[in-house]
Structure formats: C-alpha cells, structure tokens
C-alpha cells in the first residue's frame, strides 16, 4: 500500500476517514428525488432528514427516509450547517415550508424547478407576506447543469451542486 502525507489523497485511497464536518441535508416532500437525495446523501456524510406533512404519503413500500422523517421544517433542527431542498414545487404547503427554512439559520434552501417554469414559490412567499430580500435567498433552479432527467441525475446534479457551495466552487470542470 502506497502512502502519502497529503490528507486529500489519503482520504481519496481510504487511508484517513473524510472530515464533513457538520452537515445535513432537509428533503421537504416525499418524492422519487427526495428517496435519491437521501440515499445518495447518506452516503455523502450528511445527517439526513425528510419532511412530509402528509403521513398518508408515507405509506405503502417501505422506502428509505432518512435518519429521521419529520412532519415540519421547524421539526427537522435547521442549523447553520443545513441544506434544505424543496423537492416539489407544486405542493400547496410549498409556502409555508419555504417560510419556515427562511426563518431558520439554514445555510442553504432551494425549490426544484426549470427555469422555464413560472416559480410558484415567490407568488406564495409574498401571500405569506415574506419580504423580497427573504425571498431572494430562494435558490432556483437548483443543482449543477448537467441536463438531468430523472429522479437520480436530479439528486446527483443537486448533491454535487451542494458540495461545490460548501467547498466554495464553481461546480464543472474548471479547476
């Protein structure tokens, strides 16, 4: 076995335990991406959590949700060493659950969606009487651009975005 005295490379050749630090990641909704960000996750060193304030959606095949399912943000112990993604846009409690993260000291909150869609979350922010600069902490759309499709490359694309924002990079291949 090669050894090294860089730790990256250690870390990378299993020699040394990867240090995260704190961190968790909130996935707000029961949903396929919500299933792949934990999972994938979990595996990233995150502390993982699942927000659903519907028990009946829990329900039916046991699914993996994470080292705790909660039904509120407030619930989920938002710190600021959390990430929050909104992993459906559509949900009629979108605001009030984007409301709660923003009032929290969560280090990140974004709203799956295109940009080609309208962004329902603002609409709902300002019935919930949030100010704009609030609202701006928003991040949509989320994740790296790599042209995701389905509910895996979503999670993947979202996770390495996350990553890059903590390690202060620009994601891609510019080095």
């Not at 928003?138 to 390495?160: D, F, M, Q, Y």
């Amino acid at each position: 076995m090669v050894t090294t005295s860089d730790p990256a490379c250690a870390t990378a050749h299993g020699d040394l335990p990867p240090d995260h630090g704190p961190r968790t990641l909130v996935a707000v909704f029961e949903t396929p991406v919500a299933e792949h960000l934990i999972r994938f996750a979990a595996d990233l060193g995150y502390r993982t959590v699942l927000v659903e304030p519907q028990p009946r959606l829990l329900a039916g095949t046991p699914k993996p949700h994470g080292d705790q399912t909660v039904a509120s943000v407030t619930a989920a112990g938002l710190d600021p060493h959390t990430d929050v993604v909104i992993t459906d846009h559509d949900r009629p409690e979108l605001g009030t659950m984007l409301r709660d993260a923003l009032d929290s000291k969560a280090r990140w909150i974004g709203v799956m969606g295109a940009k080609r869609h309208t962004a329902p979350h603002i609409e709902a922010l300002k019935d919930l009487g949030v100010d704009d600069e609030d609202i701006a902490r928003v991040h949509r759309p989320i994740g790296l651009n790599i042209g995701s499709k389905t509910p895996a490359e979503i999670a993947l694309a979202t996770l390495a975005g996350l990553i890059a924002d903590r390690n202060r990079r620009p994601g891609g291949f510019a080095f």
